[in-house]
């Protein structure tokens, strides 16, 4: 059998003068040309890695966002259901000791009500964190597997989210009442600890914007994780020419 390799961007005229020169058929000729023909269409340029990975966050972002915001959108997936905050369990345990079981689920309810409030207009902020991802990281991305473009975006604008989230997380605890339902709990700790002479006085009261913009956007990255492993792993999920042709070199 002929092998022709390194023949990029031969022309037709070449591969017909060495025809006659060499013992390859014409039929193994046309063969390597038409993979030579393939290799060049499906190489792809930086910037339509960038254009393909850019795509993919934004659809992540958008299905992640709708996903999260609507009602038990946090509260109802345990994958990303806020919890109490870990420096006041005390506070739980104390309201739980005393009867307040209900009083303390209303108020996880409503902390995650919170984050499901906020992640409503969470989209357009996504959307212009994207624009930050550069032409250098590009394929890196592409080939750094499962997640890859979702740490790059976490890590690239963490800070950035959460100083124009935090705005939003804090109109959604206004919404929602969030800290009618947290200021009874932490009174009657306080209360109980105060009669208890060998009890710890320490104060505890979380700030629980800081808490809810955290937890929510971990949520969100985590969704958006999920959903950029989707259009990697499954053809179905890249419904856009340039998806397909970008993961399909992956």
């Not at 269409?41 to 609507?70: C, D, P, Y």
């Not at 208890?196 to 320490?202: L, T």
């Amino acid at each position: 059998m002929c092998y022709i390799s390194g023949m990029k961007r031969l022309t037709y005229i070449f591969l017909v003068a060495i025809l006659g020169l060499s013992s390859c058929t014409s039929q193994e000729i046309l063969g390597a040309l038409e993979s030579i023909n393939s290799e060049e269409n499906n190489s792809l340029s930086n910037a339509e890695v960038i254009s393909g990975l850019k795509e993919a966050l934004t659809i992540g972002a958008q299905n992640s966002t709708k996903l999260t915001s609507k009602l038990d959108g946090f509260y109802k997936n345990p994958q990303i259901a806020i919890p109490f905050p870990e420096e006041a369990i005390k506070v739980k345990n104390t309201a739980i000791d005393l009867g307040l079981e209900n009083q303390v689920n209303t108020f996880e309810m409503t902390l995650n009500r919170a984050a499901e409030e906020a992640t409503k207009e969470a989209t357009s902020i996504f959307v212009n964190a994207i624009t930050t991802m550069s032409l250098e990281d590009g394929f890196k991305i592409l080939k750094g597997g499962k997640g890859a473009a979702t740490e790059y975006l976490k890590e690239s604008t963490r800070a950035q989210l959460v100083q124009k989230f935090s705005p939003k997380v804090q109109t959604a605890i206004d919404a929602v009442e969030l800290t009618k339902y947290w200021e009874p709990l932490i009174s009657k700790y306080n209360s109980v600890n105060t009669l208890n002479p060998f009890g710890n006085q320490e104060e505890i009261d979380p700030d629980l914007n800081a808490y809810v913009t955290d937890r929510a956007i971990d949520g969100l990255f985590i969704m958006v994780e999920k959903e950029e492993n989707k259009i990697r792993e499954n053809p179905a999920a890249r419904v856009t020419d340039l998806l397909k042709k970008v993961f399909e070199q992956q």
